[in-house]
């Protein structure tokens, strides 16, 4: 299904774009999604019911890490550490432009995204942002010390429908800490639903960059669930 874009803007070298349900009526409440990296064709099962909003970091390697790391490989770049900067934005002056402009149902929100995108999603949990529903694809839970932070942080957003799905093979070919993606994965699952046990909890077959269009539509399936929308 080709998305409609209904508006698209920049704040803060983050390019929000917005696809509204094709019948969209401003007298009425819609449950809305915010997808870090915003690739919404993934999300296009759901464009009928549900506000789509993708927001696309200039540089993600900053925005979506929650602290400066060292790169894993010689020649590339580090990793900046900017996600609280990053958040403030998206959940400050962006969440703040469309609630003016769309009529959002604030009890039905969910923020997520794939690999360092859902790794900012999660670490929203602990760093007070209360978004309605958190999720993470493929997060990339490896990230220096972040099992560690979340061992040790208390997880402020507790009231919130969360949904994570992650590769038993991820970092399969891998010689540096992405060897072990999988059993850090484990153990952000595992610390997560030791404190909100309904939290959803998937491991798949698959690699990290496998089967992308397949792992989306479970979550949008799950999602549509949750909410009671068609």
Same mark, same amino acid.
């Given at each position: ?6 508006? &698209? ?10 696809? $509204?349900?094709? /019948? ?17 064709? +993934? ?28 790169? $894993? %490989? ?7 550490? %900017? ?24 009890? &039905? ?13 999660? +670490? ?24 560690? +932070?979340? &061992? ?7 009231? !919130? $429908? ?20 999988? $059993? +850090? ?14 939290? !959803? ?13 397949? %792992? ?11 909410? /009671?929308?068609?």
């Amino acid at each position: 299904m080709t998305l409609s874009i209904n508006k &698209r803007f920049v704040r803060e070298d983050v390019t929000v774009t917005v696809s $509204l349900p094709s /019948h969209y009526d401003g007298q009425r409440p819609y449950p809305a999604v915010f997808l870090n990296d915003g690739q919404l064709s +993934y999300l296009s099962s759901l464009s009928e019911s549900v506000i789509l909003v993708g927001l696309r970091s200039k540089n993600r390697l900053d925005d979506y890490t929650p602290w400066k790391a060292s790169a $894993l %490989r010689a020649g590339r770049p580090d990793f900046g550490g %900017r996600a609280d900067s990053y958040h403030q934005e998206v959940f400050g002056s962006i969440m703040a432009e469309l609630k003016k402009e769309y009529r959002l149902d604030e009890s &039905r929100i969910a923020y997520g995204g794939y690999s360092l995108g859902g790794l900012a999603a999660v +670490y929203s949990l602990y760093s007070g942002w209360k978004m309605p529903c958190v999720f993470s694809i493929c997060g990339s839970f490896w990230y220096p010390e972040f099992t560690d +932070y979340c &061992r040790t942080q208390e997880l402020k957003n507790r009231d !919130c $429908l969360i949904y994570l799905r992650n590769g038993k093979t991820e970092g399969a070919n891998h010689t540096n800490r992405l060897f072990k993606a999988p $059993l +850090y994965a484990a153990e952000i699952h595992s610390l997560i639903q030791k404190e909100l046990p309904a939290a !959803c909890s998937v491991f798949d077959p698959y690699g990290h960059h496998d089967a992308l269009k397949e %792992r989306y539509a479970a979550f949008a399936d799950w999602l549509a669930e949750q909410w /009671h929308i068609n």
